[in-house]
Nanobody
Framework: VQLQASGGGLVQTGGSLRLSCAASGTIYSSYVMGWFRQAPGKEREIVATVTWRSNKKYYSDSVKGRFTISRDAAKNTVYLQMNSLKPEDTAVYYC??????????????????WGQGTQVTVSS
């Protein structure tokens, strides 16, 4: 599986961005897709996840109510709609896929394939 993330950019506080993650290769219904982010000097952290089969979603507390994860099975693409952006949302955002479910979906080490990352910068 190869992942291609896009959609990052510079936006003012309160603005919106939509990230996309296009997957090449077969996405099986058992897969879990996740968005993570990493700010300078900080560890990579979970943002949101979605299960491919049941479309069950998870959000971190820091983005709940502002971000929405979705997936388009026909396009093998996962989206992250980010609204009401804050300066603390500034980070490199990564999409990833967990294919073997060997641990919690919130742990980046449990994901098997990663996209290249896209920079999101929110100015105050």
């Amino acid at each position: 599986v190869q992942l291609q993330a896009s959609g990052g950019g510079l936006v003012q506080t309160g603005g919106s961005l939509r990230l996309s993650c296009a997957a090449s290769g077969t996405i099986y219904s058992s897969y879990v897709m996740g968005w993570f982010r990493q700010a300078p000097g900080k560890e990579r952290e979970i943002v949101a996840t979605v299960t491919w089969r049941s479309n069950k979603k998870y959000y971190s507390d820091s983005v709940k109510g502002r971000f929405t994860i979705s997936r388009d099975a026909a396009k093998n693409t996962v989206y992250l709609q980010m609204n009401s952006l804050k300066p603390e949302d500034t980070a490199v955002y990564y999409c990833a896929v967990d294919v073997d479910h060997d641990g919690a979906y919130t742990i980046p080490q449990n994901y098997d394939y990663w996209g290249q990352g896209t920079q999101v910068t929110v100015s105050s």
